[in-house]
């Protein structure tokens, strides 16, 4: 799949205020990873401490914590990993399932896609 990257504000955990920054879209990338002190700044709070896996199979501990993402004119509060300050930022699948996207890396953009549900009555997906 093609790489490409989106603009996206990240906001600080009471949604009084955003910052634009540019995130590569990476399916590849559990959670949304985003520069340390960008989250520091905005006053977002590790909740949680996890490892993880990186592409070139070295595992790693960051700080998970959550707050509000704005993207495709739309808000709504993710998961996000506290990432080195040189990393590229990373737009990751759970925030894309959360804001129900997908990427289109021939058009290079984001499309809506609808959620799924089971269906309760017969177990159907």
Do not use: N
């Amino acid at each position: 799949m093609g790489t490409f990257k989106v603009e996206i504000g990240v906001g600080d955990p009471q949604a009084r205020e955003s910052e634009p920054i540019e995130a590569l879209v990476d399916t590849g990338a559990t959670y949304t990873e985003l520069p340390c002190s960008l989250l520091v700044r905005l006053g977002v709070q590790s909740h949680t401490r996890a490892e993880f896996l990186l592409a070139d199979g070295r595992r790693t501990e960051r700080d998970i914590g959550r707050t509000w993402v704005r993207l495709d004119g739309r808000r709504e509060v993710t998961l996000v990993v506290f990432g080195d300050d040189t990393a590229q930022p990373l737009l990751g699948a759970v925030t894309l399932e959360e804001f129900r996207l997908a990427p289109d890396p021939v058009s290079q953009r984001l499309i809506p896609v609808p959620g799924l549900l089971m269906d309760s009555s017969t177990g159907d997906v």
